[in-house]
């Protein structure tokens, strides 16, 4: 990281797509934005925006002596399909604790043997914060040699990648290290192991901190049969060991998660949460009782809902400060409201509600579409899983009012309210 370079773009450069990027400090990014640049180490911040560093690529391999050339390019028969790429092997994870200490958490792998990787890439809780190509090679019989009795041969891994993430956030880390290859379409091809931690205390609302394996809560009563209208989820754990946050489990994922309770007592506990919206189908629901990384589910309760929701669906947009001649656009969708995921999204003229045509890259069709956890203001203190989308916008050129088209397909699409633009005073 010693060779790694700070950035700084103005919002035009970042909607046009910089080819050459200046050393000075560190500029807040989207997610889109920061996937241009390549090989980098991000740190999310509070209002989804990432502080990105750029990694120094590795240094150039020597070449093969002028008088060697490559075989011409071979042709293949029908019995034999053309050379295809292997997935790199997948890594083993130096365990990190169940708590940290502190904020910062390193992430170490090793390959023993078999295919490496190009570049590698560490998800946490489904945001990508590093890419690279910095590779080591690390002694795997180092932990053995500890050991007096032991006969130990000297061996070095085949691939093994370390980087210390910093400042993480208080809560669980669900963390994701892929290693990937390119295929010959351009295509990742990936591999990929998973651990979790947790960083900060496991607090209640109450301010109480709460440990261990909490009670197994219990589904209270509630319709078995929906035709699109709300309905409360109830719990309630009658004697045991409290938890500090609790999650309601569809189909097997996570959509939502609170941290409040409508009881709170030493040893009972119990919490509410109005559920609307729902697809329709058979579905599964459950909840799940935590502190920290330990989790008890309730036994499942299947749910049939005949027709979808009355309700429009629309997603929920937010702009707020970027840079001193910017503003951040924010849209999300809760995942558990759509059948399928969106493709793609565009910005709209407010007013009019029609296309944006200048500048012409404000208006573009947007294919960057995340995963992500978003605050529902319907009900205080739950967030969903959801779908998210960001835009960075320049004051001087963009309309006074805006909305979203949010697409699932190329015919069917979402449409937000239109929200003014309007530059809020810099915080002192």
Known sequence: MSQSLRVILSAASLMLGASALPQAQAALMTPAEAEKLGDRLCTP?????????????????????????????ASFSESF????LEAPMRPVLEPLPEKLDGRSATIAWDIGYGTPAEYWEIWDNQELLLRSRQFVQRDLASKLRQNEDSFVIDALSVQSGVQTLNNLADGRHELEIRLCNTSKAGQPVCTAASTATWVGAAVSEIGDERQGLPAVPELGWFP???????????????????????????????SSESRVFTENAPNSQ???????????????????????????????????????SEEEIRPVLTIERGTPDSM???????????????????????????EIVTPPELGAWQHSIRACQSADRARPGVSAASYCGELRLPVAQTP?????????????????????????????
């Open 45 to 73: 911040t509070r209002n989804g925006l990432l502080d990105c560093v750029l990694i120094a690529p590795p240094p150039a391999r020597g070449g093969n002596a002028p008088e060697i050339v490559p075989l011409p390019q």
């Open 81 to 84: 399909g053309p050379e295809t």
């Open 224 to 254: 078995q049969i929906n035709t699109g209208e709300a309905f409360l989820l109830e719990w309630h754990v009658w004697w045991g060991n409290p938890g500090s946050y609790w999650q309601v489990v569809l189909d097997g994922k996570v």
């Open 270 to 308: 119990a919490g509410s949460m109005q559920i609307l919206g729902m697809q329709p189908g058979k579905h599964q629901l459950s909840v799940r009782l935590c502190n920290q990384l330990l989790c008890a589910e309730s036994q499942p309760a299947t749910l049939e809902v005949l027709l979808p």
């Open 328 to 354: 951040l656009l924010l849209w999300t969708i809760p995942q558990y409201r759509l059948k399928t995921a969106p493709v793609q999204w565009r910005l709209l003229n407010g007013e009019t509600g029609s």
């Open 400 to 428: 006074a009012s805006v909305q979203v088209e949010v697409c699932t397909s190329a015919t069917d699409c979402l449409y937000s309210t239109a929200r003014s633009v309007s530059l809020p005073p810099a915080k002192n």
